[in-house]
């Protein structure tokens, strides 16, 4: 899909240090202007959206209490946990389509609260379909056969005798912002595109052991399953196992956690999250996909006459503005900045543009470096809202071109069906009210 040249209108567009996590408070001055000012006045105070207090209040400072005391001790053998006062950034489960029992159903990234494109692994999505399953790794093998001229078993040891690899990726489920097309409910971005998360993941090519185990003539399919309780499998074609598909048992610098599929997982980079099978147990390689029910009753989408489109792995360019979202509250009229993330299973984020007034004018957005391929890219404008009623949205370019869809584009090609919407990466708008108040405003 080609990029539209579309009106631009007027804004700030330079960058600032976020506001604070409480609230999102509109900066009362330029931080640039004011780094640039800073190198010639050492020592100068940075005002964003701070009280002024005069020379006699600053030195009769109050002494805090934990200026006057111990804090805690240091702990002898524990894992670290967050600030107590950051106990409300937590995993939510749907409060949109309601589960009735606790073994197949999701729980979604507090997105809101993400400063940063890696998100940490207490509260990275889950999506179970039979619960979280205990794995001994010393009793954990991986095993490769079909149609390979060596059948091969792994142990966990042996995987981690070969020279590890890092990288950074998005994951996101096929089913992530389903929920508004099914009913219009979601009062947050982590309910709407909570099932998104991005991690630095470490393992090794799959590439490495399909070589060893040496493909025969006409294989073209493989089949990965999962060692749960439903014993989650899925078809993946060989391109993808030989591109760039990782077996992974790290995340974000430590091992993987149980609910992301402890001890070993496949990772397949920008594809939906079901082909990233967790508590990886078995790769069969064949010459034709196997047609599970995970890939014909579910992970597939209608189309226009009846038909439905099979096989749609891959995850879309899309974006999202996280910050000001769904439950904010502006304080008051004055300078804020948009904050958001964009991603694309096809390559690297190239631009997003940002509209003020509900998609009739766009200006671009600045993206925030590191800019990677298949991963969450951070972007950010200057507003200077004049306290009028607004709607807000994101629209996201990746490196081939392809332009993030509105939901009128999609229902135009693929058709919009309640309850069967995977795959959608429509611009999702939010309304900012007179008095400040962000608000879910699809139609």
Request: aromatic content about 8%.
């Amino acid at each position: 899909m080609a990029r539209r040249s579309l009106p631009v209108s007027t804004g700030d567009l330079t960058s600032a240090s976020p506001p604070t996590e409480a609230e999102f408070q509109p900066l009362s001055r330029d931080r640039r202007s004011f780094l640039r000012k800073s190198v010639a006045m050492a020592g100068g105070a940075l005002a964003t959206g701070a009280a002024g207090i005069s020379v006699a209040q600053a030195q009769a400072l109050t002494v805090p209490e934990t200026n006057k005391a111990m804090g805690r001790p240091i702990p002898a053998n524990e894992y670290g946990m967050p600030s107590e006062f950051e106990a409300h950034v937590r995993r939510r489960r749907t409060d949109v389509l309601v589960n009735k029992q606790n073994f197949s159903d999701w729980s979604m990234t507090p997105l809101q609260h993400q400063h940063g494109i890696v998100t940490p692994n207490g509260v990275v999505f889950e999506r179970h379909h039979a619960g979280v399953p205990d794995i001994d790794p010393a009793k954990h093998k991986l095993v490769i056969h079909g149609m390979v001229k060596k059948p091969l078993q792994y142990t966990m040891n042996d995987i981690l005798r070969y020279p590890s690899v890092s990288r950074f990726h998005f994951l996101e489920c096929s089913g992530n912002t389903l929920t508004d097309w099914v009913r219009n409910a979601s009062t947050t971005v982590q309910q709407s595109h909570g099932l998104l998360s991005c991690a630095q993941w470490t393992g090794i090519p799959l590439s490495w052991l399909l070589d060893e185990a040496g493909l025969e003539e006409g294989a073209k399919w493989l089949l990965v399953e999962g060692a749960d309780g439903s014993g989650h499998i899925r078809s993946i074609p060989i391109e993808k196992a030989l591109d760039d598909a990782l077996l992974v048992y790290g995340q974000n610098g430590e091992m993987l956690r149980p609910e992301q599929g402890y001890p070993l997982r496949a990772l397949m980079p920008g594809w939906e999250g079901n082909t990233s099978v967790k508590w990886l147990r078995r790769i069969k390689v064949s010459d034709q996909p196997w047609h599970f029910r995970s890939e014909t009753a579910r992970y597939t989408d209608p189309l226009p006459g009846g038909k439905w489109r099979q096989f749609s792995m891959l995850m879309e360019c899309k974006s999202v503005i996280t910050r000001p979202s769904g439950g904010m509250n502006l304080p008051g009229p004055g300078l804020i900045e948009i904050q958001g993330f964009a991603w694309s299973g096809r390559g690297r984020i190239t631009a997003v543009d940002v509209t003020l007034d509900g998609g009739r004018n766009w200006q671009e957005a600045t993206l925030e470096e590191p800019v990677m391929d298949k991963c969450l890219t951070r972007f950010r404008l200057r507003w200077n809202w004049d306290g009028k009623p607004a709607k807000i949205a994101s629209r996201a370019v990746d490196s081939t071109g392809y332009v993030q869809p509105t939901v009128q584009e999609i229902g135009a090609y693929r058709g919009l069906y309640p309850g069967f919407v995977q795959h959608h990466n429509g611009v999702f708008p939010w309304s900012v009210s007179a008095n400040g108040e962000v608000k879910n405003a699809i139609a």
